[in-house]
């Protein structure tokens, strides 16, 4: 049968640390299964997939709320799912435009300062002063 999955070898071999197993415990991502009377609590071995799922939704940018929604869910609602994943990918995508805006606002202000005669005024500064041109 194996190695019982206490907690901390639930979290190797999940690759997690035992807090991360508490906290989602309390968020009610994983179950927690009942204590005995003396002893560890020992987890189901769907419990090393669960928490690995956990981790590859939040590399794809799901908050652990959203994972939760999509852990309630589950299968056989493809539709629903799809539908999250849509709306997490215009979220990305409205993230990746304003990024792209202060990446384009820096890239100005950082050109006025090499170009500036003045080296005793920085344009960068002025203008988060608020003394030189507007951010966009």
């Known amino acids: 049968m194996g190695k019982p999955l206490t907690i901390g070898y639930l979290a190797r071999m999940a690759g997690v640390n035992i807090e991360t197993i508490r ?18 609590r020992i987890y189901p071995p769907r419990t090393i997939e669960r928490i690995k799922f956990i981790k590859r939704a939040q590399r794809l940018g ?11 869910l589950g299968d056989g609602h493809c539709e629903d799912v799809r539908v999250k994943a849509e709306q997490k990918r215009d979220h990305i995508d409205q993230q990746i435009n304003e990024l792209t805006k ?12 090499h170009s500036t005669v003045n080296p005793v005024q920085c344009p960068i500064v ?4 608020g003394q030189g041109a507007e951010l966009k």
Request: glycine residues 6%.
């Open 102 to 113: 202060l990446r384009n606002t820096l890239d100005t202000l950082i050109n006025d300062c």
């Open 62 to 72: 799901f908050s652990l709320k959203e994972i939760k929604e999509l852990l309630e």
């Open 126 to 129: 002025e203008t988060l002063t």
């Open 23 to 40: 906290y989602y415990q309390r968020t009610g991502l994983i179950d927690e299964p009942p204590k005995p009377g003396s002893g560890y």
